[in-house]
């Protein structure tokens, strides 16, 4: 990335730092830690799960930048809907919501499995992005939650300078 001239020293300055400002030069952009991996994942999971979106890096990338969240993990995360995850994706979409437009789970399943000709109606598209809607709010609260559960952040300890000594704690009696 630095021979791309895409660190941090190499934006300061650039026409790039004058169109965003210093949000786009801020450490939270660029390198993980707890909170902005965990907004990456809030903005850009539900941007990756809207079927056939135009420009969704370009969008993650915005969305990151309002939030500062990661912007590797957000446009990472855009790589999730490809051509080859496309058949599970668009599958789960369009089940999720047909069951929130009140259709039996069976029911969709069957229809699923069986009836092709009905994939281009506009029921068909209202139900798929309708559920990738649901998905992709329900992925993006959930993952939060989940990075924000198991990442801990390593506590600061102070190393004493090689002149100091280490001084035991302070006790109370």
């Known amino acids: 990335m630095h021979r791309q001239k895409l660190s941090r020293r190499q934006l300061h300055g650039s026409r790039v730092h004058q169109w965003f400002g210093d949000g ?31 420009g969704q890096s370009v969008l993650a990338v915005i969305a990151a930048l309002l939030v500062r969240g990661n912007l590797l993990l957000c446009i990472a995360l855009q790589f999730l809907s490809n051509p080859l995850t496309a058949p599970v994706h668009l599958t789960v979409c369009y089940f999720a919501g047909e069951i929130v437009r009140g259709r039996m789970p069976g029911d969709t399943w069957k229809l699923i499995g069986e009836d092709l000709k009905h994939l ?6 209202t139900s798929l992005y309708l559920g990738s809607v649901v998905v992709g709010i329900i992925g993006g609260v959930v993952g939060y939650a989940v990075i924000l559960a ?8 102070r190393r004493p300078d090689r002149g100091e000594e280490s001084l035991p704690p302070f006790r109370v009696k």
Do not use: Y
Not at 120 to 125: G, I, L, S
Not at 150 to 157: G, H, Q
């Open 24 to 54: 786009v030069i801020s450490k939270s952009l660029w390198l993980p830690t707890r909170g902005s991996l965990a907004r990456a994942w809030l903005v850009g999971f539900p941007i990756t799960v809207v079927p056939f979106l135009p």
């Open 120 to 125: 281009w109606t506009v029921d068909f598209v």
């Open 150 to 157: 198991i990442w801990r952040e390593r506590p600061n300890r």
